[in-house]
Structure formats: structure tokens, C-alpha cells
Nanobody
Framework: QVQLVESGGGLAQPGGSLRLSCAAS????????MSWYRRAPGKQRELVAT???????NYADSVKGRFTISRDNAKNTVYLQMNSLKPEDTALYYC????????????WGQGTQVTVSS
């Protein structure tokens, strides 16, 4: 099994910054894609950013130029640097990892709350 532990959420003012972290542990053979999703109140879950094992990244249009996803393969950790935060970024942010133990599958973190408000 794979466990994901997220940290770094909290309250930020508009225009402020937060950095999310998600560390994967367990009997991991390899990790492919690592992603961040979010779910705002009353909305569907959406993909925020993803990074593959080669370091290629993709972002939702709403966060391009403001958020940066990165990973530390030695630590099995993915990060999300969020700058120029807006109230509409308020959501529960989830880490998702495609990891191989015996076979590859998706694993989800428990979520970390990000609130952007003055």
C-alpha cells in the first residue's frame, strides 16, 4: 500500500502564497504521474496540475502562471507552489499519485484546505 501525507494548506490573503507538499510512503516500486486536484464548495473536483516522471508539467488554465508543480523523486514528494492567490482558489486540495507497488494504480491523499480571504 501507499500512504500520502499532505501539508501546507491554510489561510492566505488575496495575492499571497502557499506551498503544498505531499509525501508518498510505502512499498513503492516506482511513481509515474503526481498531481494536485481541488474541489471548491458546490463544484466538481478539477485537475490543478500534474507532473510526470520525466518532469513534464500541465496546468489548468485558471492557475497557469501562478502555480508551479514540482517533485523530489528521492523523497517521493510532490509540491505545489501557489502564488498570487485569489479567493476563487479556495478549495480542498488533494494529492494524487500513480504508483506501482505490485501494479500501478491511483492513490489519493486526505486533502488539505486552502482558504484565500482578506
Amino acid at each position: 500500500q501507499v500512504q500520502l501525507v499532505e501539508s501546507g494548506g491554510g489561510l492566505a490573503q488575496p495575492g499571497g502564497s502557499l506551498r503544498l507538499s505531499c509525501a508518498a510512503s510505502g512499498n513503492i516500486v516506482s511513481i509515474n504521474a503526481m498531481s494536485w486536484y481541488r474541489r471548491a464548495p458546490g463544484k466538481q473536483r478539477e485537475l490543478v496540475a500534474t507532473i510526470n516522471s520525466a518532469g513534464s508539467t500541465n496546468y489548468a488554465d485558471s492557475v497557469k502562471g501562478r502555480f508551479t508543480i514540482s517533485r523530489d523523486n528521492a523523497k517521493n514528494t510532490v509540491y505545489l507552489q501557489m502564488n498570487s492567490l485569489k479567493p476563487e482558489d479556495t478549495a480542498l486540495y488533494y494529492c494524487n499519485v500513480v504508483a506501482r507497488v505490485v501494479y500501478s494504480r491511483n492513490y489519493w491523499g486526505q486533502g488539505t484546505q486552502v482558504t484565500v480571504s482578506s
